[in-house]
């Protein structure tokens, strides 16, 4: 899959924020908080840029089970319907949410153990109320940059990125919304399985995406495997 005539690595940071890691965060993943470490040895490798995203909803967000009625209000389980903002003939079913990741609260932070000092760029993503963005390059209908702070495609493209490696959270969504659309966007793509969580860690969750995974060509390693390595050693 790797391209040996050129490599410019950039490392993606995916929704490491306080809302999104146990014990204290709304949607807490176990583990999630313990990525701190790997993350940290991952930014201090010479990538050409490091990029973090960060969920950053309104208050009023469709994806809010207090922003439904009764009875279909249920965090998990109740369902709504979104539609596309920039097609409104076109909708999809999204699943509700507890509140999380608010602009301005501290659940919607990059967690104190992550040295954010070592970020180039943060895309505040999902700001749009009538909308998911579990990606970091697009909404859930594919839509690009209206609904976030920065175009990471365009921003990437711009730097001359060849390979994008991943991490963060989680696994089952974010993480793999964002390492698929990386690889839609042309960029070698490779998810860090020592720096990732999943809600579900079994076969419905992470082997499901790993399925996705295959699928869209982005390439699971270790931190240890020659691909990380590569990144090691790539002269700034």
């Given at each position: 899959?790797?391209?040996?005539?050129?490599?410019?690595?950039a490392?993606?940071?995916?929704?490491?924020?306080?809302?999104?890691?146990?014990?204290?965060?709304?949607?807490?993943?176990?583990?999630?908080?313990?990525?701190?470490?790997?993350?940290?040895?991952?930014?201090?490798?010479p990538?050409?840029?490091?990029?973090?995203?960060?969920?950053?909803?309104?208050?009023?967000?469709?994806?809010?089970?207090?922003?439904?009625?009764p009875?279909?209000?249920?965090?998990?389980?109740?369902?709504?319907?979104?539609?596309?903002p920039?097609?409104?003939?076109?909708?999809?079913?999204?699943?509700?949410?507890?509140?999380?990741?608010?602009?301005?609260?501290?659940?919607?932070?990059?967690?104190?153990?992550?040295?954010a000092?070592?970020?180039?760029?943060?895309?505040?993503?999902?700001?749009?109320?009538?909308?998911?963005?579990?990606s970091?390059?697009?909404?859930?209908?594919?839509?690009?940059?209206?609904?976030?702070?920065?175009?990471l495609?365009?921003?990437?493209?711009?730097?001359?990125?060849?390979?994008?490696?991943?991490?963060?959270?989680?696994?089952?969504?974010?993480?793999?919304?964002?390492?698929?659309?990386?690889?839609?966007?042309?960029?070698?793509?490779?998810?860090?399985?020592e720096?990732?969580?999943?809600?579900?860690?079994?076969?419905?969750?992470?082997?499901?995406?790993?399925?996705?995974?295959?699928?869209?060509?982005?390439?699971?390693?270790?931190?240890?495997?020659?691909?990380?390595?590569?990144?090691r050693?790539?002269?700034?």
């Amino acid at each position: 899959m790797e391209k040996q005539d050129k490599f410019v690595p950039a490392l993606l940071v995916v929704d490491m924020q306080e809302d999104f890691c146990a014990p204290n965060g709304s949607l807490g993943v176990e583990g999630g908080r313990e990525l701190a470490s790997v993350i940290n040895e991952l930014l201090q490798l010479p990538f050409v840029l490091k990029v973090a995203t960060k969920d950053f909803h309104p208050q009023d967000h469709i994806s809010f089970d207090t922003c439904h009625p009764p009875p279909n209000n249920k965090s998990f389980e109740s369902k709504v319907m979104a539609t596309n903002p920039q097609n409104p003939s076109e909708w999809k079913q999204l699943t509700l949410w507890p509140v999380h990741c608010v602009q301005g609260t501290p659940g919607a932070e990059i967690i104190p153990e992550i040295d954010a000092s070592k970020f180039d760029f943060v895309v505040e993503k999902g700001r749009d109320k009538r909308t998911e963005m579990f990606s970091g390059f697009a909404d859930m209908f594919g839509n690009r940059s209206a609904v976030a702070s920065l175009d990471l495609a365009a921003l990437l493209k711009e730097r001359g990125i060849t390979h994008v490696y991943t991490v963060g959270l989680t696994g089952d969504c974010c993480v793999k919304c964002t390492a698929v659309d990386a690889r839609k966007e042309g960029f070698e793509t490779f998810v860090i399985r020592e720096g990732t969580r999943s809600v579900d860690e079994g076969e419905s969750g992470w082997g499901a995406a790993m399925k996705g995974f295959q699928a869209a060509d982005v390439l699971v390693v270790s931190i240890n495997d020659k691909q990380v390595g590569r990144v090691r050693t790539f002269p700034l």
